[in-house]
């Protein structure tokens, strides 16, 4: 058997069974078997939820290939309260696959690296707590590096 390794972001924005949204993260954690999690951390919504989400990232061990994992991913969150309706819309848990130690992944319905993580805030700051070495694929880049570039102050135009 041979282990792999994932980061995962994790996000909530609702109360549900757990609790609020921040223990609903460390619950979801617990139940993907994560071996470190970051601090949970807040921040605004995208689109039109207004609640604030309360995001962290996982770094979780599997003998998973990636669909496996985003099966997981999606019976855990169906398992947390988690119903599709509308997009960016409040949420018991959103859990996304972020990076793979295998590198990158391409099929119908799963990309990882995830296609939108360089540019969010929310999910490179807990990133680069918990695996700031960890090289990007596509860029090769370290999560340092690219969170240094989504955060550096930016000259006024």
């Keep these: ?3 792999t390794s994932y980061a995962i972001a994790l996000g909530s924005n609702r109360r549900g069974r757990h609790g ?6 460390r619950a979801a954690a617990r139940a993907l078997g994560a071996r470190t999690l970051s601090r949970v951390m807040a921040s605004a919504a995208i689109g039109p939820s207004v609640r604030r989400f309360a995001n962290a990232v996982a770094l979780v061990d599997s003998d998973l290939s990636p ?6 991913c999606k019976r855990i969150e169906r398992d947390f309260g988690r119903r599709r309706g509308q997009r960016w819309g409040a ?5 996304d696959l972020v990076l793979w130690s295998g590198g990158a992944w391409r099929s119908v319905g799963l990309s ?40 550096r102050p930016r000259p006024l135009a």
């Design 1 to 3: 058997m041979r282990f």
């Design 20 to 25: 609020p949204p921040e223990a609903e993260v």
């Design 67 to 72: 669909p496996a994992m985003l099966v997981l």
């Design 91 to 95: 949420r018991v848990i959103d859990l």
């Design 112 to 151: 990882v690296p995830h296609h939108a993580f360089r540019e969010r805030r929310f999910v490179l700051g807990p990133l680069v707590q918990v695996a700031p070495g960890w090289r990007d694929p596509a860029t090769a880049l370290t999560v340092r590096q690219l969170h240094a570039r989504l955060t």
